[in-house]
C-alpha cells in the first residue's frame, strides 16, 4: 500500500521512510506541506498519511481540513505526529481530520501497529467501494460507477487537450436465447460478452453494464478510428466464439452491434459526457436497423 509522510526536517524524514519501506510500503515524500497537498490532489493519491504537524506552506491540520472538506470517494487515513503534547492539541489535532496521532520522539513499533490498524480501515473500504460500483453478474462497472468515471476522464482529457471515444454494445437476439435456453444460460452469455469486452480494450479503458444486454467503454485519448477498431475486434471475437451450453454436448454463437463516437477535448472543448453517450446509442440504434452484427460511428448526416 502507498503511504504519504511528509515532514520538512531532513533526518527526520528519512528515518521515517527507511522504517515504511523496511515495513513494505511505497512510500511518497513530500518536504513541506505544500508539496504533502499537491500530492493528495493527485487522482491516484496514497491511502495513508504520516503529517508532521509544523511544516511550511500548510501545517498537519490544515492539510487534513482540506482533505475531509474534499469530493472524493477515496478516505485518507491521517496520522499526525508531533511535538506537541498537551490535551488541547490532541483534541485540535483530531477535530481538524486527523484518524489518529503520535507524540514526538515516537515508537517506531507502535507506528507500525497503528498504521496497520489504517491499513485495515482503509482495505474494508475499498472492498465496499468496489462492491458497490461492481455489476454482480459480470464484474464490471456499475452503469453509476462508469459515469463517474466517465466524468473524472472527461475532465482529465480536457486538461490534456485529449480525445475521447465511447462504444456502447449490444447483444443481438438477447431476448431469443433467453427464450430458447432460459435466463442461465443467458447470464452465461452476458458473462461471455463481458469478458470479450475486456479482452480486446487497453488496460487503461473501463467498461460498464450500462443495463440488461447493453455494455459501455470508455476509451480515454483515443479518436474514431482507433475507438472503432477496438469496437471491430470485440465484434469479430463475439460472431467466432462458440459458447458452450453447461450440461449439454452443445454450443452456441452469438452476435453484437456497436455504436461508437469519439470527441476532441482540445482548448476547452466543454463536450459532456451524456452528448458523448447518446451520440455513440444513436449510432448503436443505426446498427440495429442496418441489420445487426456491424459497428457504426455516429455522424450527423446519418442521425438527421
Known amino acids: 500500500m502507498r503511504i504519504l509522510i511528509a515532514e520538512d526536517e531532513p533526518v527526520s524524514r528519512q528515518l521515517l521512510q527507511n522504517s515504511l519501506l523496511e515495513w513494505g510500503y511505497e512510500v511518497v515524500a513530500a518536504r513541506d506541506g505544500q508539496e504533502a497537498l499537491t500530492i493528495l490532489e493527485q487522482a491516484d493519491r496514497p491511502s495513508l498519511a504520516v503529517l508532521d504537524w509544523m511544516m511550511p506552506g500548510a501545517d ?14 477515496s478516505y485518507v487515513y491521517v496520522i499526525l505526529l508531533t511535538a506537541r503534547n498537551q490535551e488541547g492539541d490532541l483534541v485540535r489535532g483530531l477535530e481538524s ?38 455489476d454482480d453478474l459480470t464484474g464490471l462497472l456499475t452503469r453509476r460507477a462508469f459515469m463517474e468515471r466517465m466524468e473524472s476522464e ?33 447470464d452465461l452469455v452476458l458473462q461471455h460478452f463481458a469478458q470479450c469486452l475486456q479482452e480486446n480494450c487497453r488496460t487503461y479503458d473501463y467498461v460498464g453494464r ?16 482507433e475507438t472503432t477498431e477496438i469496437a471491430e475486434r470485440i465484434r469479430n471475437m463475439v460472431q467466432n466464439t ?17 455504436g ?6 482540445r482548448n476547452g472543448n466543454e463536450y459532456m459526457a451524456e452528448e458523448l453517450i447518446n451520440h455513440a446509442d444513436e449510432a448503436l440504434y443505426l446498427a440495429k436497423a442496418r441489420g445487426r452484427n456491424c459497428s457504426i460511428i455516429y455522424s450527423r448526416a446519418d442521425m438527421q
Not at 498537519?60 to 470517494?73: H, K, M, T, V, Y
Not at 507500525?112 to 474494508?124: N, S
Not at 482529465?156 to 427464450?179: A, H, L, P, Q, S
Not at 450500462?210 to 478510428?225: C, T
Request: glycine share 12%; aromatic share 8%.
Open 242 to 258: 462458440s459458447i458452450p451450453l453447461p450440461g449439454r454436448d452443445e454450443v452456441i454463437k452469438i452476435t453484437a452491434s456497436f
Open 260 to 265: 461508437v463516437d469519439a470527441v476532441n477535448l
Open 60 to 73: 498537519g491540520p490544515e492539510i487534513c481540513r482540506w482533505l475531509r472538506s474534499c469530493e472524493n470517494d
Open 97 to 134: 481530520g486527523a484518524d489518529d496521532y503520535m507524540v514526538k520522539p515516537f515508537n517506531p513499533e507502535e507506528l507500525k501497529y497503528r498504521l496497520r490498524i489504517g491499513q485495515r480501515i482503509i482495505e474494508q473500504e475499498q472492498k465496499i467501494l468496489r462492491l458497490a460500483s461492481t
Open 210 to 225: 450500462y443495463g440488461g444486454e447493453e455494455f459501455i467503454i470508455g476509451v480515454p485519448g483515443a479518436g474514431l478510428l
Open 154 to 186: 472527461m475532465h482529465r482529457m480536457r486538461r490534456e487537450n485529449g480525445m475521447m471515444g465511447i462504444i456502447i454494445g449490444d447483444i443481438d437476439f438477447f431476448k431469443t436465447v433467453n427464450d430458447t435456453y432460459g435466463h442461465l444460460v443467458g
